[in-house]
């Protein structure tokens, strides 16, 4: 029985209602953006637009009215809630209030407007590789999200860029992923030619001839995403520009896009939303609506897209089960099926010049410069125009090679122009963190690997519903690490997953 | 320019602002039902009714604030505005405003628990025709539907019938319906007997012989569509367990459902619900979401779809057109595709007991039944008690038939088991608009019924559009049919087009 003040009490059910209003409000705001990812005609665009704004703006009002400040102050003024999650709860609705009551509403309209602006631009810019073309605009972009970096670090204490960080991953900053990074890329530098040279030596992989008829992928990943877990009552599965996971915890839509010439891109794509989408499905229930309920932020929610992909559906066990169902369906010579086969398809590195391309031990690569550079340019120590140069030394400098041009370099991603900054390192920090993970796991788990050898992921899952989806947003990342793992991020049990499987 | 006072004109730029979120936040609603209705998963149903019963009171809120009773007053204490748009526009807001802020919050809610409680129920009673099962909560529904429509009454000065039934079409009363409803009863009763004697003596109509593939059928339905004006860019045509048309005016979504032996019921259907989109795609973007840039009601909204689906491809010339097509399409023996076969087919009058399957000769009579037993219910006349032998009373007098049971009886339609009284004259005014437009049509379209020979609806669609659909709420249902036709309604047109194609 809680304790608490009647009028604490009393502020914080108000609290709570506000919240579920509001994260309702987001929950249809997701499901028309999947919508217009999905299904919608072209010419329901600009209306679709008008309707995320109004629910945007409904949903900030909620989050900002005077009210909320009133109700978190009594609410507060009670002293910690005995019981974590309610005590959690409480913070992260200040955090969220704090967040969003700290930027004028004129900052967050030139935002906006000029986030939108610079990524239409951007497409032209990266269409026919003219970075000066889209550089006023990325200049107008970074001005204002370092003002907005400003006036967030000054409300949170945290420095600006921790403070944008922050907003796409709680519990973790430059300080803590810096030394991880730098870590990195001395292990890179000496795996990286090694697996390389053992790769050259070993026999080329077979291809897989399609091609493979598109309804017949679409029910292989369908197939696959219920065997993982996902539930067909509580989600669906479609097609889209881009791979995604939206939708509500009760309603997970994930969506991939299909190569009549080859399968793996959909297959592994769709098994990375499933990921996604069984963290969102294994969410506390209890505290559903509620911010401690929510998933624990970006790079907790890419580990769990990639534990799935990359840790157990590339696993060799996992590959020699799924080789034989892929020869059952798709029929023809079985070389190519073989497990290590598709190992040495699917898991192949190479030093490339495109981010969502790149094999996982190189990706990192990619989101360290991209890292060290968005820092510089929220520091203000690197220009805009020096973006391209710095770009190119950089990868140079990480991957020994350097783009032909600035389509392939740095153009190629959407994030910056879009004035996503501070959201690189979670891809990172989630693939780390899927190591780290399953590390764990096939320590605590009795017959893991047994189980992938017969496709079976219930065992994993199931882990990762007590130690990671359960918790919601009770932890920041470390903290969430260290009650899965026993430890804070530890960048070794990448390193070693990549030393086992590709050195 | 406008000569109103700048106060006035500053509270009408407030209202329109206002009402356009209203809208705005309706379409987003529209999308999430039409979603729910066509692809969401089972288990999404819970979260899905808590978004939508969010944005009905964010709406509801928006249209019901205190400001908005100022700024009309302000709005209206300027005169009225010389342009005929804007004045109509301030009236509906006035309406609107007046008709939500009528009913007690307490109200409202009582009655959507009710009508939800009631609705579970009566599935179950129609599934055991159990009518006594459903009696108690239909009464309660009924009681509160009573106290709305007194409320409505009161503030609107309409008779409390026609307070509900000006939620659903403006611009006309029982006071109009009953007599043209009298006059058709009575004409039935002469026409009937004579078209099926004439039908007795016809050769029965040869069958379809499927099966049909639902991927065909679903490709002719959207090519249909198209052909009828509907663009691909700007809709979509999907499966739902009941068809209807959704969505916004941007981007409009139609349904339908298949059936492998019978394709008629899916392309008529579609047929149906394109002439509800081109309504909807036809409306005045000028007045986009605002009170008078919408549909007239649902009484011209049914017009539009029946002159599609019932006036002109149910005609000699188009079906003589849509046979050929569809002997190309499925092949087999030609005769059954001839125009005058499909006209014996899918023109055939039947004394039936269920309204949704009725021919266009009897559905009158259905509807005029509901028409006099929900008044009688809704002046306190009939006690639910009394429903039952009532209708089956009703029917006979109307059709000389009674249903075996309540499911085919009084238990068939959801309307008044989910609160929805004063709706079903809508059909039939509808159906008797649609007669009237098109013999309209007939008059000033030169070269219509040899489009309609050659499948083209273009010159149909085209008047409609200047007639009915580009006048949006300017004008009430009898207005808007002087507007179009020369007069208000006039069941004479129907009569005498039922007469043309059936005696």
Redesign the interface.
């Known amino acids: 029985m809680s304790t608490l003040h009647p009028l604490a009490l009393a502020a914080t059910a108000r609290l709570t209602a506000r919240f579920a209003?509001i994260a309702?409000?987001q929950?249809?705001?997701g499901?028309?953006s999947w919508?217009a990812a999905a299904?919608?005609?072209?010419?329901?665009a600009?209306?679709?637009g008008?309707?995320l704004a109004?629910?945007a703006g409904?949903a900030h009002g909620l989050l900002v009215a005077p009210e909320v400040e009133d109700d978190l102050a009594q609410a507060e003024a009670a002293g910690t809630d005995p019981d974590p999650w309610s005590a959690a709860n409480l913070h992260l609705m200040r955090l969220a209030h704090t967040r969003a009551s700290a930027l004028p509403a004129t900052l967050v309209e030139a935002q906006a407007r000029a986030n939108s602006a610079c990524e239409k631009i951007w497409r032209e810019a990266r269409r026919t590789a003219d970075f000066p073309l889209v550089a006023p605009a990325l200049a107008e972009v970074l001005a204002l999200v370092r003002e907005q970096a400003g006036a967030l670090a000054a409300r949170l204490g945290l420095s600006p860029y921790d403070a944008l960080m922050d907003g796409y991953q709680r519990g973790i900053g430059a300080a803590d992923v810096a030394p991880v990074f730098a870590a990195y890329e001395s292990f890179l530098g000496d795996a990286l030619p090694r697996a390389e040279a053992l790769q050259a030596v070993r026999p080329a992989p077979l291809r897989l001839a399609g091609p493979f008829p598109v309804p017949v992928q679409e029910a292989l990943c369908r197939r696959l995403s219920v065997l993982a877990g996902l539930?067909?009552?509580?989600?669906?599965l479609d097609r889209s520009a881009h791979p995604f996971c939206g939708?509500?915890?009760?309603?997970v839509r994930i969506t991939t896009r299909y190569d009549e010439q080859d399968f793996a891109q959909a297959l592994l794509g769709v098994l990375h939303e499933t990921g996604h989408a069984l963290y969102e499905r294994g969410l506390p229930v209890a505290w559903a609506r509620q911010p401690v309920g929510a998933a624990a932020g970006m790079a907790a929610h890419e580990s769990q897209s990639l534990i799935i992909e990359m840790q157990a559906c590339r696993s060799d066990a996992f590959l020699g089960w799924l080789g034989g169902e892929l020869h059952l369906l798709f029929g023809g010579d079985p070389a190519p099926y073989a497990g290590d086969n598709l190992a040495r398809l699917w898991r192949r590195v190479r030093r490339g010049f495109i981010r969502v391309d790149a094999d996982e031990m190189t990706y990192p690569a990619h989101v360290i410069l991209r890292f060290r550079l968005e820092q510089a340019m929220i520091a203000g120590d690197l220009a805009v125009a020096d973006l391209p140069g710095a770009w190119n030394e950089g990868l140079r400098a990480l991957l020994g090679i350097v783009p032909p041009d600035d389509a392939s370099g740095c153009l190629q991603d959407i994030h910056w122009y879009d004035g996503a900054f501070g959201y690189f390192p979670s891809y990172t920090l989630g693939a780390m963190a899927a190591a780290q993970l399953m590390a764990a796991a096939r320590r605590e788990v009795a017959g893991l690997h047994a189980a992938l050898g017969r496709g079976d992921l219930a065992p994993l899952i199931g882990w990762l519903r007590t130690k990671v989806h359960a918790m919601g947003s009770l932890l920041g990342f470390n903290d969430l690490l260290r009650h899965a793992t026993g430890k804070s991020l530890d960048p070794l049990d990448f390193e070693a997953h990549l030393t086992g499987r590709y050195l």
């Open positions: 209003r309702t409000i929950e249809a705001a499901m028309l919508d299904v919608m005609p072209a010419g329901g600009s209306a679709r008008d309707q109004v629910l409904l539930e067909p009552e509580h989600s669906r939708g509500t915890p009760t309603d």
